[in-house]
């Protein structure tokens, strides 16, 4: 088969890596790319503005979507509707992760655990509600934000701050507030058809730009799995009451959900609830959770597509660990350089790491940071203890340099 993978970003990277493995790869496109998968395969020149045209050109037997932008897009319906199968969900079915206020309603629907939540229709009904409730709360801006939508806010002011900000971003889109949860985070992802789910996998995420989660937030400086929380019983619970609930109340909308589900949970002291729903692989948890894939990466999205997932086996490693620690140019996410050679100091490969790009590019041979995201590269360890997993995750990331890179040192300390 010929396969695209679109994005550009080390979740992309990731993917086209273990797409690049299946015996039924035959040739492997990705566009945009970055310097790291013009080595998996061929980086192609699409025009944006006719790229369903330019697809269909590329003469390809199936297409992978990386970001959640075309998935908001629209780009598998206009896809399938050329005949050409996609691993993503179509544009209704991704209202899971484009629209909060229509995943709070699927929710709501299907008894789902989540947040107390209030709708409100512009930013000074928001705040009137805020004055008056008088406890800290969350303001969601209702559509995509690239992971920096969301804001806690302890005051009325900042509540206005952020209302205002959500009406600046989405104009005339709902406003979302809610309680603010206190407990653990956890990323939990599964493959699904729309009626037939996987074994779970979960990780941990870092959003914040500084150790000690402190600094504005960002599109995710690193990420760990397995997280020693991830019991048998709690991955039981969530398959049961919030994923099966929510794809069976998809399916009966007329709108069900195929490709990868990502729920972000917060384990409260009343038990787990869903802060949101992602309709892809997240970014940087893909790049620590598909090392431990077990099995054709390919063959399983495959299987979701055809709406065969339960005649195909998908398991995860529980053996091993990993960690993954994003090096960042510094300044990001706000101004940063780019442009600057990346270079590796050791020519000698680690069995126990992976580095996956983000925003490169090459120039001939060298290597040079690129001006898509400040993220430059996910270096990830592996181990069978999650010390271990960490330490060669950080003895890479010492290995690689390039100017103004800046990267967290806590990733995985605390677990």
């Known amino acids: 088969m010929k396969i695209l993978t679109i994005g550009k970003g080390a979740r992309e990277h990731a993917l086209a890596w273990r797409i690049s493995q299946s015996l039924q790869c035959q040739e492997l496109f990705v566009w945009p790319g970055n310097g790291g998968t013009s080595q998996l395969g061929w980086d192609v020149s699409l025009n944006a503005e006719r790229l369903v045209e330019d697809i269909v050109g590329l003469g390809v037997d199936y297409v992978v979507i990386g970001p959640e932008t075309f998935l908001a897009q629209g780009l598998v319906d206009d896809l399938q509707s050329r005949g050409i199968p996609v691993f993503g969900p179509t544009k ?107 074994s779970l996998v979960a990780a941990c995420d870092y959003k914040r730009l500084l150790e000690g989660d402190q600094g504005p937030n960002t599109g995710g400086m690193g990420s760990y799995t397995w997280p020693h929380f991830w019991k048998k019983p709690l991955e039981e619970y969530v398959l049961e009451w919030i994923l ?53 990466l390919l063959e399983i999205m495959l299987a979701c597509t055809k709406g065969r997932l339960d005649t195909v086996p998908v398991s995860w490693n529980r053996k091993r ?6 090096m960042v140019s510094y300044g990001y996410p706000n101004e940063y350089e780019s442009g600057h050679p990346i270079t590796r100091r050791n020519s000698h490969d680690s069995k126990n790491a992976l580095v996956f790009h983000s925003s490169t590019r090459r120039e001939g041979e060298t290597l040079v940071t690129d001006d898509e995201s400040g993220r430059v590269l996910t270096v990830v360890g592996m181990g069978d203890k999650l010390f271990l997993a960490r330490e060669a995750a950080y003895s890479e990331v010492g290995k690689w340099d390039f100017p103004t890179a800046a990267w967290r040192e806590d990733i995985a300390s605390g677990r």
Not at 273 to 284: I, Q, S, T
Request: proline letters at 7%; one cysteine or more.
């Open 92 to 198: 209704a079915a991704a209202q899971l992760e484009t629209s909060k206020w229509f995943a709070l309603e699927v929710m709501r629907e299907a008894h789902v655990p989540r947040p107390t939540s209030f709708v409100f229709s512009n930013p000074q009904a928001a705040v009137t509600f805020a004055a008056g409730h008088g406890k800290p709360v969350v303001v969601k801006a209702d559509g995509l934000t690239g992971g920096k939508g969301v804001w806690l806010c302890h005051t009325p002011g900042e509540v206005e701050q952020y209302a205002n900000l959500c009406w600046e971003l989405h104009p005339n889109k709902p406003i979302v507030v809610q309680e603010l949860l206190k407990g653990k985070e956890v990323s939990v992802f599964c493959f699904t058809d729309g009626y037939h789910i996987s």
């Open 321 to 326: 660990q990993a960690v993954g620690v994003v």
């Open 244 to 296: 099966k609930p929510v794809l069976r109340s998809m399916s009966q909308k007329g709108m069900p959900f195929s490709g990868m589900l990502y729920a972000g949970l917060m384990l409260t002291k009343d038990g787990p609830k869903v802060l949101e729903f992602n309709a892809r692989f997240g970014d940087p948890e893909a790049q620590v959770i598909l090392p431990l894939l077990e099995g054709d």
